[in-house]
């Protein structure tokens, strides 16, 4: 965000996908989840009907923030999610704020 936000030379409105590039199915987002934050519970996976919307194939295009910011991912999805729940853990008044805005939400 502070690099975007730095960057003059940047299109208005300009979108960029961060993301490293490398695919990352909800299974494994779901299995980096349950590990690093001690989930027992077990989905129940292909309990939905498909969507018309759905596909096998779910990837960050980041060549444009690369090419206009020259950012570029510095690890995998584990190793951004585990410094996430880390960040959590070190600064739990944050954590406390976004439970509260997402229960917010449910109401």
Known sequence: YLRAAATPT???????????????????????ARRELDIS?????????DRIWDT???????????????WKARGDFETGFRAMVDWFKENPDMLALYRERIHALGK
Do not use: F
């Not at 519970?41 to 009907?49: H, K, N, V």
């Not at 096998?56 to 020259?70: F, P």
């Open 41 to 49: 519970a077990t989905p129940s996976w292909e309990s939905m009907p």
């Open 10 to 32: 940047q299109a208005v409105g300009a979108v960029y996908n961060v993301g490293s590039g490398a695919q990352t199915t909800i299974r494994q987002v779901v299995d980096v």
């Open 56 to 70: 096998g194939t779910w990837v960050a295009d980041n060549r444009l923030i690369t090419a206009a910011l020259g």
